[in-house]
T-cell receptor
Framework: QQQVKQSPQSLIVQKGGISIINCAYE??????FPWYQQFPGKGPALLIA?????SEKKEGRFTISFNKSAKQFSLHIMDSQPGDSATYFC?????????FGAGTTVTVRA | GAGVSQTPSNKVTEKGKYVELRCDPI?????LYWYRQSLGQGPEFLIY????????DSGLPNDRFFAVRPEGSVSTLKIQRTERGDSAVYLC??????????FGSGTRLTVV
């Protein structure tokens, strides 16, 4: 049973464009929503995270938007760069255990 | 060390064999986690250690899987009688507080 559903599976964006990845969850006990970036052959690395008491969090070119009533959250990558080409995972947690989405492979064309 | 270290980085084994995967967490991190990542999927929780004890092993798929952390630092994930379906990347992570995970690069296990 997948607790976090992520879409799209993959996307291609031009350099300088905006990448948007969406996630939805069912468990209302989740209180921590991180996004991870993973390059081939590497483990996931924490990119940015949000808690449900705020609707948006921005760190550099990365922004999380959170809609508690809809149980959805999304990652926006502004001014996408070729170095952003990677697989992105959303996740959710209510304690120590992370439930991950299936991942989105982002390709940024130069 | 500076990060979470996992060895070996790759392991090929024959079906039915026993394997051990090692994880060296960040020094001082009391919490340690094992996850399994199948091709094209997100990581899935296997087990969580707080100190030396397994606080939650509910993600271990069956009794062929076992993990230890005898001194509260290094952990070993052990898989008996390996099956082709065990092929995946096994990720270890550690943290000093509940939410701040740092993952290692993983061990890619291939069962042939």
């Amino acid at each position: 049973q997948q607790q976090v559903k992520q879409s799209p599976q993959s996307l291609i964006v031009q350099k300088g464009g905006i990448s948007i990845i969406n996630c939805a969850y069912e468990n209302t006990a989740f209180d921590y929503f991180p996004w991870y970036q993973q390059f081939p052959g590497k483990g996931p690395a924490l990119l940015i995270a949000i808690r449900p008491d705020v609707s948006e969090k921005k760190e550099g070119r990365f922004t999380i938007s959170f809609n508690k009533s809809a149980k959805q959250f999304s990652l926006h990558i502004m001014d996408s760069q070729p170095g952003d080409s990677a697989t992105y995972f959303c996740a959710a947690s209510d304690d120590y255990k992370l439930s991950f989405g299936a991942g989105t492979t982002v390709t940024v064309r130069a | 060390g500076a990060g979470v270290s996992q060895t070996p980085s790759n392991k090929v084994t024959e079906k039915g064999k026993y394997v051990e995967l090692r994880c060296d967490p960040i020094s001082g991190h009391t919490a340690l986690y094992w996850y399994r990542q199948s091709l094209g999927q997100g990581p899935e929780f296997l087990i969580y250690f707080q100190g030396t004890g397994a606080a939650d092993d509910s993600g271990l798929p069956n009794d062929r899987f076992f993990a230890v952390r005898p001194e509260g630092s290094v952990s070993t994930l052990k898989i008996q009688r390996t099956e082709r379906g065990d092929s995946a990347v096994y990720l270890c992570a550690s943290s000093s507080r509940l939410k701040g995970y740092t993952f290692g690069s993983g061990t890619r296990l291939t069962v042939v």
